[in-house]
T-cell receptor, first 116, second 112 residues
Framework: GAVVSQHPSWVICKSGTSVKIECRSLDFQATTMFWYRQFPKQSLMLMATSNEGSKATYEQGVEKDKFLINHASLTLSTLTVTSAHPEDSSFYIC????????????FGPGTRLTVL | AQSVSQHNHHVILSEAASLELGCNYSYGGTVNLFWYVQYPGQHLQLLLKYFSGDPLVKGIKGFEAEFIKSKFSFNLRKPSVQWSDTAEYFCAVNVFRGKLIFGQGTELSVKP
């Protein structure tokens, strides 16, 4: 149990366009979902925390108007990178947590975004 | 601010060698501690976790970690590594509202 999926697994887009990434918890209801960004050979940087039905909480330095997060249901959160630029190219990873699991997060496989 | 520090950036071992990866965190309150592994091309997987109780935690694939509260440490160990243990290892701490703070990661390369 506790499987998290992401779609797409990779995407290439032109500079200036917007890209939506989906994160789904397949076999459990996720009270909270998290979005991370990972640069090559580096650690995960938390971008934002989202709870179903409420606004996401963004980490310091993350532009909320650029990285739009929607958590419409207990099994789906989306991250939209608006007006993407080459510097937004990265590996985006989502995770989800279940109630009462003491903070354990279950991670998706990640989405590789390349902006040309 | 809370932080997690992993002392080794890249560790290279031969098969059957013993492994210890250091992890220290800075937070004075109650913490939940995790070690995650990321195999090449794969997503993060949980190796083990500590919430409370016995400070020596056993995880999957023969890994274990010891929580030493006085040293703010949660070091990962394995008595005998295999080539298949080649991966990136991340220590993480959960302190508030479910947020995980990750260490920088340690790349482990095991030579056959």
């Amino acid at each position: 149990g506790a499987v998290v999926s992401q779609h797409p697994s990779w995407v290439i887009c032109k500079s200036g366009t917007s890209v939506k990434i989906e994160c789904r918890s397949l076999d459990f209801q996720a009270t909270t979902m998290f979005w991370y960004r990972q640069f090559p050979k580096q650690s995960l940087m938390l971008m934002a925390t989202s709870n179903e039905g409420s606004k996401a909480t963004y980490e310091q330095g993350v532009e909320k108007d650029k990285f739009l997060i929607n958590h419409a249901s207990l099994t789906l959160s989306t991250l939209t990178v608006t007006s993407a630029h080459p510097e937004d190219s990265s590996f985006y990873i989502c995770s989800a947590s279940r109630p009462g699991q003491d903070g354990e997060q279950f991670f998706g496989p990640g989405t590789r975004l390349t902006v040309l | 601010a809370q932080s997690v520090s992993q002392h080794n950036h890249h560790v290279i071992l031969s098969e059957a060698a013993s492994l210890e990866l250091g992890c220290n965190y800075s937070y004075g309150g109650t913490v939940n501690l995790f070690w995650y592994v990321q195999y090449p091309g794969q997503h993060l997987q949980l190796l083990l976790k500590y919430f409370s109780g016995d400070p020596l935690v056993k995880g999957i694939k023969g890994f274990e970690a010891e929580f030493i509260k006085s040293k703010f440490s949660f070091n990962l160990r394995k008595p005998s590594v295999q080539w298949s243990d080649t991966a990136e290892y991340f220590c993480a701490v959960n302190v508030f509202r479910g947020k995980l703070i990750f260490g920088q990661g340690t790349e482990l390369s095991v030579k056959p």
